[in-house]
Every structure is written in structure tokens, then in C-alpha cells.
């Protein structure tokens, strides 16, 4: 019999309705996961056992109604939470406590989820590098800037955890720590209570050990009736973009990739070339002045305040940039990301999918990088949907994602056919 | 000799920079107004009359550099500040103090700006009145949700203030007391450490008693060199737009709004009358389901946690909407806004600017209204600039904005322009 932790979080409320375990049972289950493994995985910037316990308890006394009744999850610690510190990955946060849970918080309990605590995140969601390592190889980074979300997710610590996005933050830790991660249409799912990073790009991102439980959780979080994802749909057409940035991908995943691709076809899927027009080949560098403006305006007081609790990384990374960027090239950068997102409808007509890479290969040894980061700009600029599955093994046993990009209000669809996509190939 | 008190923001800046006057000085006179006037007109949440006094004392000691230097401004108490309490308008926070400064404070303060404390809002920035009086006639309402923020700044107690917009909340308090509200392009000054209501409309809002300081304010709060307001413009190619809303004005300012377009003719303004297409009739309904559905998911913490400390007017009003809004009515009226934006350039073509108007008439008599919300809908939809500016007296002698529509990212141009009309009408 699976161990109660291993579900995911879809079995774990039909479990609980069901009466054949508790939301208690499971929360202990996934603290006794998170006490064996902690150590050595580092997900963790907070966890209060007691309280997560006494939570799964009232559950266990509720109507157990709820989308997500007794399922334990966790959120980045650039989330908001009245009842847990909050420290943005920042030495200048040290000890806060918000008055007030973020929305996606209060969401998720109203629908009998059990938060277990905060996730590792990177400082401020931007890419110098947390202590959480990749619980498949302990060698190796997880990815960022949701480390610890992806983490807790693949080691079982938890069946849900919010990320957030504003270049490839859920996605790429996703396929690091081989599981899945969804980034949402933007702005359907509100990032009130969230320290911005740039709020151009940023959204929710969800993680979890299954296309059903992103969807179920999406449905919570929109404060909607669950809807099931769609079975038996057709094999979808899928448009192969590698993108100009394809040269950055290692050769054995871009092998990986080419023979997906055949995979797919042979079973069914129509699979076609897709080269994006010129115009996109810019977005990269107008997603690096646009978040930097941005953000170098949006932490006016951190940075005023407290410039030498600020690493280097960020001085010398996105501050940098954002200062040094004027005000009519960052007009000039959004034109650009606007003008590619009114374009990508009729770019993407003829498919129902986009099959793409969102990492380089397999997660880096070491811990000085959270690996690439530009390979999801393109899809995050737009504002479509897209989910990296764990579809690849790449050289050395590691999981590597296939990020598969949906069109904009059509996050449905996608799950869908990510799911028939995912079966095919994993 | 005009009291220090009523400068413009611009003319205290040029003051303390020729050695003429104090940064100290000014705020003494500010803090002086607001004691002999507080009683009456209600518009502060919170005032530190000593830690301003201190800031001023340090301005005074600084290289006196800042684009804001020594100008005193407040902030709407939906906005975070470390130093002063933030209660958003609502009984839930009362005390509530926040770790940071909202960007747009610190970057106030870094130009120079001395906080003088937070305006009143009306709840949450909705439309559940707040206690704050015209100034100009303590029997009528200064309009919502900037309430305090247009009070303080029309009654000469501060040069600046900072309020919002999700609906048309700074533009009508603006003109409701006779100063100038301007609504930015959408996106272009960050809301972080703002209490957002509706994020696909939410904006920052600018409060003050001249487009040479609106235009200041909005160069320090992209955080970049200050440009003056073009001098000298042509006059300018003017669409007179009465929209589908037209009836819902009183006569007697419909009349003034169709002798102003005769009159900016007769200046040499080359005035067309414009209709939109018929789908822009549709916005109004459009702007409440998207704000309703997002207000309703973002406040979830509050409704969860305290919903008796909601006011009855928001709970069967933006709530109620948004709760009764399922997620596919949202997807489409977001649908709809998005065409519309995708159609304005075009609409506005043949334009410079656009002539409405985004009041019924003057500041309604009595407390249980803070004015009719509609008007200004359609354009903050759209993520055009605009701003309200005070050209006319209504039939009591009270203050009527014009309002003046600009091209999206072309906001300098839209001051110019309206700087042209304001001082052929006023």
C-alpha cells in the first residue's frame, strides 16, 4: 500500500471523503517525511507540526466538502501568512509576520487544505542561489527560484505547493526535481499578499505529482467547482519550437527532444516545425529590462534602506539592470512583449500545443547556479499557460521537463493535452 | 505674499533650491493648515506633525537635490508605510502597521517628499462613504475612494497626495474639489505595498494643484530625471466623447461640457465629436464582473476571517457581484476589455486627446454617496491616461472636472494638451 505521503492530492481527498483515513493521518505522514529528510533537503524556512496537526484535526471535524480537504501543502516564503513568518528569502524580513494570510493562502485553506508551513525561496524570488537541495541527487540544485516548493513536492513532504513565476520559476525547479509545474494565464489566479518581484510577469505557479492535482488546485484557487481534466481527447497537434534559443540546450537533451517528437507522431500526434517570426527572437532581452525596471523601482525601499542586506547577486543582477534602464526603453521593451502577445493567437492557430524545453538539461551539480533561466522567457512574456511535465531521463538519471505551452484562456485544453502528451512520453 | 502652504509643489521645490524658504518652513505651514482645519474636514487617518517636522530638518541638511525636495504629501491609508499605521480603510486593521514602505513612498521620499502622514479612503477603496467633507463646502461629499487625498490637497494642507484608482476613485474626488487627478497609463507606476482591490485595473492616482506637478510627481515616481510640460503646443485635434453615458449627467453640465467644445473651437482646437464603437458600451458592465470576481478572491483572508467587520455596502455590493460571477462570464468580459484596448489606438487616431467627462456634476449634498462611479469606467478600462481637470463651476458655484483622455504611453503629451484646455477654459 502506498504510504499516505505518496499520494497525490487528488487520492488523498477521496481517501478522506471516503473515511478511509483522516486528514490527520496524512498530515503526520508528511511531517514524518519532512523529520526523516529535512536535513538533508533543506525545503523548509518554517514548519509548525503543532498547528498543521491541530489544523488537519478541525478538518477531520468539518463536512470534509472541500476541493482539497486534508491535502498538506506549503508556500513559498514570498507568501504571506498571518500565523507563520514570512521572510521573502531576505535577511531584511527577518522574523516579519504579516497581519494577513495572501489570498492564494486563504484560498487554499477555505478549501480544506492544511498548510504544513513556508517553502525555501530564493531571495526575493530572484535567482542567487537558497540552501535547498535536490532531493533526487543531493549533489545538486533543485532550481529556483522555488526551490523549496519543488523539492517538498518531489520528496513527498507535501502533494501541493505555490510557487511563483516571473521568468521560469516554477517550471524549470519543476523539471529539476521531476514533477510537475504549471504557470497559469496570467492574471487568473490574483498574487495578492505575494512580494512582487515584477508584476509585468509574475503569477501563482503550481506544483504537484500530477496534471489532475495542478487542475483540481487551480479550480480551488479560482474559488470554483472542480472540473476534472478532460480524458480521451485526441491526439492534439502539436507545434515543435525550438526556438532561436535552441543552441543553449545541452546535445543530449536537444536529442531527447527530437526523438519525443518522433514518439509523438507515431502515436498520433499531427507534430510540425513551428519557427516563431523574428519579432519573439527580442524578448528575452525585453523581459530582462522590463522585470528590471521594475523591480528596481518596486524595491525602492529595500533598497534605500537596506542596501547591504541586499547579495551582490541581485546589486550586480536585476538592480543593475533596472537602474541603468530609462524609462522610453523600458516603453520600448513593453511594446515589444505587447506586440509578440497579440501575435501569438495566429501563431499558434494551427496547433493545440506548443512542445518546447524550459531547461537545459538535468539540474546542475552544485548549488552557485539555479540553473538557466531564459529558456521559459519567451512563454512567460506572452502570457500563456504552460506545464513542464517530467517526461525525460537525461544522461545521468536525472529528470529533465518537457514544457508544454498552451494558448492564453485555455488552461483547460492544456492539461489535457499535456496529460495525453505526458502518457506517450514518460 | 502667497502662504507657504498654498505653493505648488513646483514652486516650494524652486523656493527651498534659491534658499529662499525651509523645507521646515513649509511643512510648519502645512501642518499649520491641517491643525486649524482638521476638525472640519476629516481628511487624515494619521498625522506625525513631529517626525515631519524632523524629516524637514533632515531635507534641510541634504544637498537639497531631490525632484520633491521639502514638498510635504500624503499618502491614501491603503497604502503601506514602516512608520505610520496603514488600516486600509476598515476596522479589520486597525493598529495594522507594515514592515516597508509601499514603493511608491519610499520613492517619494527618496525625491525629497516629507510624509505628513495618510489620507482618509473609504473602505478597502471601495465605495462605502468615508468621513471626510468637501472643503470647499462641508455639507457635500469630497467624492471616493481618495477621499482624504483630494480634501487635503484641495484645502492647501498638502501640495501632493497619492491616491488610486480601480473605478474612477481619484478622478471624481479631484474634481468634485477642484483639483487635478490624473489616472496614468495603466502599469506604468507600481502598486507594491498597495492594498490592491482589482489588479487588472488598480492604478496609482495623482492629487494636486497643478499638470506642472502632476507632471513632477510622475517623473519621481518612475524614479527618472523630471522633464517640464511641454510649453507652447499646437492646439490640439480634440475628440468630444460624450459615450453611451451622456444621460446620466445633469443638464445643467451637459451644458457646460457643449459650450466648452464651442469654446476650445473658437480657441483654434480642432473639436470632433466621436462615438465609439458599440462594443465600448459594454465596459461598464465588463469593469464590475472582472472587479467583483478579482475583489472577491483577493479579499478572501478577510471575508474568511472577519466578514461581520465588512460594511453591508461592500459585502451585498463588489462581493456579492464577484462571488455570483462564475469564472467563464469573467474570461469573457476580460475578453471584451482586452478588444477594446486593442481598438483604441485606432479609435483615437485622428486625436491628440479626448474631451468627457467623469462626474455628473458638482459634489452631491450629504454623506451616503461618494458620487456616481460610472463615468470614468471605459477609460480606465482601457489603460489610457487620464486626468480630471478643474474648468468648471457648476450651477452652486461648486467645482466641475473635465476630463481629459490621453493616448496609452503617451502621458507627457496628454499633459501638455491639457494644460492647453485647462487654461482656455479656466
Same mark, same amino acid.
Given at each position: 500500500m502506498t504510504a499516505l505521503n505518496e499520494l497525490t492530492a487528488t487520492e488523498m481527498v477521496a481517501a478522506v471523503r471516503s473515511g478511509r483515513t483522516t486528514c490527520e493521518a496524512i498530515t503526520r505522514a508528511c511531517l514524518d517525511r519532512v523529520?526523516?529528510?529535512?536535513?538533508?533537503?533543506?525545503?523548509?524556512?518554517?514548519?509548525?507540526?503543532?498547528?498543521?496537526?491541530?489544523?488537519?484535526?478541525?478538518?477531520?471535524?468539518?463536512d470534509r466538502k472541500g476541493a482539497l480537504i486534508g491535502v498538506p501543502f506549503s508556500v513559498k516564503d514570498i507568501i504571506d501568512t498571518a500565523d507563520m513568518p514570512t521572510e521573502y528569502g531576505s535577511p531584511i524580513y527577518a522574523g516579519h509576520r504579516p497581519r494577513a494570510d495572501a489570498s492564494c493562502v486563504a484560498l487554499s485553506r477555505k478549501a480544506g487544505g492544511v498548510l504544513l508551513g513556508k517553502s525555501v525561496t530564493t531571495e526575493f524570488a530572484n535567482v542567487h542561489p537558497a540552501r535547498t537541495r535536490n532531493?533526487?541527487?543531493?549533489?545538486?540544485?533543485?532550481?529556483?527560484?522555488?526551490?523549496g516548493s519543488a523539492a517538498?513536492?518531489?520528496?513527498?513532504?507535501?502533494?501541493?505547493?505555490?510557487?511563483?513565476?516571473?521568468?521560469?520559476?516554477?517550471?524549470?525547479?519543476?523539471?529539476?526535481?521531476?514533477?510537475?509545474?504549471?504557470?497559469?494565464?496570467?492574471?487568473?489566479?490574483?498574487?495578492?499578499?505575494?512580494?512582487?518581484?515584477?508584476?509585468?510577469?509574475?503569477?501563482?505557479?503550481?506544483?504537484?505529482?500530477?496534471?489532475?492535482?495542478?487542475?483540481?488546485?487551480?479550480?480551488?484557487?479560482?474559488?470554483?467547482?472542480?472540473?476534472?481534466?478532460?480524458?480521451?481527447?485526441?491526439?492534439?497537434?502539436?507545434?515543435?519550437?525550438?526556438?532561436?534559443?535552441?543552441?543553449?540546450?545541452?546535445?543530449?537533451?536537444?536529442?531527447?527532444?527530437?526523438?519525443?517528437?518522433?514518439?509523438? #507522431? !507515431?502515436? $498520433? =500526434?499531427?507534430?510540425?516545425?513551428?519557427?516563431?517570426?523574428?519579432?519573439?527572437?527580442?524578448?528575452? *532581452? %525585453?523581459?530582462?529590462?522590463?522585470?528590471?525596471?521594475?523591480?528596481s523601482r518596486n524595491f525602492?525601499?529595500?533598497?534605500?534602506?537596506?542596501?547591504?542586506?541586499?547579495?551582490?547577486?541581485?546589486?550586480?543582477?536585476?538592480?543593475?539592470?533596472?537602474?541603468?534602464?530609462?524609462?522610453?526603453?523600458?516603453?520600448?521593451?513593453?511594446?515589444?512583449?505587447?506586440?509578440?502577445? #497579440? !501575435?501569438? $493567437? =495566429?501563431?499558434?492557430?494551427?496547433?493545440?500545443?506548443?512542445?518546447?524545453?524550459?531547461?537545459?538539461? *538535468? %539540474?546542475?551539480?552544485?548549488?552557485n547556479t539555479t540553473g538557466v533561466t531564459t529558456l521559459a522567457l519567451i512563454w512567460t512574456s506572452i502570457y500563456v499557460p504552460a506545464i513542464s511535465v517530467p517526461a525525460f531521463k537525461g544522461p545521468a538519471g536525472m529528470p529533465v521537463g518537457a514544457y508544454i505551452v498552451g494558448k492564453r484562456n485555455r488552461d483547460r485544453d492544456l492539461f489535457a493535452f499535456a496529460e495525453w502528451i505526458y502518457r506517450k512520453l514518460a
Open positions: 523529520a526523516a529528510r529535512e536535513r538533508d533537503v533543506q525545503a523548509w524556512q518554517y514548519v509548525n507540526p503543532d498547528q498543521a496537526i491541530a489544523d488537519a484535526k478541525a478538518r477531520d471535524r468539518s532531493p533526487l541527487d543531493l549533489t545538486r540544485t533543485p532550481g529556483g527560484s522555488s526551490s517538498a513536492v518531489a520528496d513527498r513532504m507535501v502533494a501541493l505547493s505555490i510557487g511563483s513565476q516571473t521568468s521560469g520559476s516554477t517550471v524549470r525547479p519543476a523539471g529539476f526535481c521531476g514533477v510537475f509545474g504549471y504557470r497559469p494565464t496570467y492574471g487568473d489566479l490574483r498574487c495578492v499578499g505575494i512580494k512582487e518581484a515584477a508584476g509585468s510577469f509574475d503569477t501563482l505557479g503550481l506544483i504537484a505529482r500530477s496534471i489532475e492535482d495542478i487542475a483540481l488546485y487551480r479550480d480551488a484557487l479560482l474559488d470554483i467547482e472542480p472540473v476534472p481534466v478532460a480524458k480521451g481527447v485526441q491526439p492534439p497537434r502539436i507545434g515543435f519550437c525550438r526556438t532561436h534559443l535552441w543552441p543553449l540546450l545541452e546535445p543530449s537533451t536537444q536529442a531527447l527532444f527530437e526523438e519525443a517528437a518522433a514518439r509523438l #507522431a !507515431r502515436a $498520433g =500526434a499531427k507534430v510540425t516545425d513551428l519557427t516563431l517570426p523574428p519579432e519573439f527572437d527580442g524578448i528575452p *532581452e %525585453a523581459h530582462k529590462l522590463i522585470s528590471g525596471f521594475e523591480f525602492a525601499w529595500e533598497i534605500e534602506h537596506h542596501w547591504e542586506k541586499i547579495s551582490t547577486t541581485l546589486r550586480n543582477g536585476r538592480i543593475k539592470d533596472g537602474l541603468g534602464c530609462g524609462f522610453e526603453r523600458y516603453l520600448e521593451a513593453r511594446d515589444l512583449a505587447e506586440r509578440c502577445r #497579440a !501575435r501569438i $493567437g =495566429a501563431v499558434m492557430e494551427p496547433f493545440d500545443v506548443l512542445l518546447t524545453a524550459c531547461s537545459t538539461g *538535468e %539540474a546542475p551539480v552544485g548549488f
